[in-house]
């Protein structure tokens, strides 16, 4: 069945990085769009950051831009995200997602499967 892991979360300090990975199985990841996605307490679910099925198309949310980076090892099948400069403001869960479908979405609406979330907590 199809399963996204994500690891890679834990705690940073203002202006520190950290990098999640999200391992894939059970479809043909080459195939997929994927994104990640965070969800801080008491707001909803937001959209971060997609990536098309090749790489070479990626999206971002405007609050990431020039500080998050989204790549994927299709031989891996893997996706990354390389988070910098990270702020108090990026704490949340972060969901890492994908569709069956080759061309990027940012809304959670347009994602098909989602893994269970990893913890990322920035301290100020």
């Known amino acids: 069945q199809v399963q996204l892991v994500e690891s890679g979360g834990g705690l940073a300090q203002a202006g520190g990085s950290l990098k999640l990975s999200c391992a894939a199985s059970g479809f043909t990841f080459v195939n997929s769009a994927m994104g990640w996605f965070r969800q801080a307490p008491g707001k909803e679910r937001e959209f971060v950051a997609a990536?098309?099925?090749?790489?070479?198309?990626?999206n971002y949310a405007d609050s990431v831009k020039g500080r998050f980076t989204i790549s994927r090892d299709n031989v891996k099948s893997t996706v990354y995200l390389q988070m910098n400069s990270l702020t108090p403001e990026d704490t949340a869960v972060y969901y890492c997602?994908?569709?069956?479908?080759?061309?990027?979405?940012?809304?959670?609406?347009?994602?098909?499967?989602w893994g269970k979330g990893t913890q990322v907590t920035v301290s100020s």
């Open positions: 997602a994908g569709r069956w479908g080759s061309l990027i979405r940012t809304t959670a609406g347009g994602m098909d499967f």
């Open positions: 990536i098309n099925w090749s790489g070479r198309n990626t």
